[in-house]
């Protein structure tokens, strides 16, 4: 069973830029498609951006030309970079690979 584990998430002023890592406990990330996905207090949670094993990323139209998802093979990592950041990308934040959640990692962005 792969572990996955967020991390870089905090607060931040509007306008401003986080990354995001989600550090899988063994190779998959060349296997399958990863996403990230956010949940507001209150809201469904969300897909935010995705990469296929060929490397061919999705947006939501939300984040498109502000966030980029990409991915280190060597290290088992697929990074979120998040700029421009603004009140409502206010969520927690999950990595899923197929069945497997991160734990998330809040971002608070404050206007």
């Known amino acids: 069973q792969v572990q996955l584990v967020e991390s870089g998430g905090g607060l931040v002023q509007a306008g401003g830029s986080l990354r995001l890592s989600c550090a899988a406990s063994?190779?998959?990330?060349?296997?399958?498609?990863v996403g990230w996905y956010r949940q507001a207090p209150g809201k469904e949670r969300e897909l935010v951006a995705s990469i296929t094993a060929g490397g061919t990323s999705n947006y939501a139209e939300s984040v498109k030309g502000r966030f980029t998802i990409s991915r280190d093979n060597a290290k088992n990592t697929v990074y979120l970079q998040m700029n421009n950041l603004k009140p409502e990308d206010t969520a927690v934040y999950y990595c899923?690979?197929?069945?497997?959640w991160g734990q998330g990692t809040q971002v608070t962005v404050s206007s």
């Open positions: 063994r190779s998959i990330f060349n296997i399958y498609t």
């Open positions: 899923n690979y197929r069945y497997t």
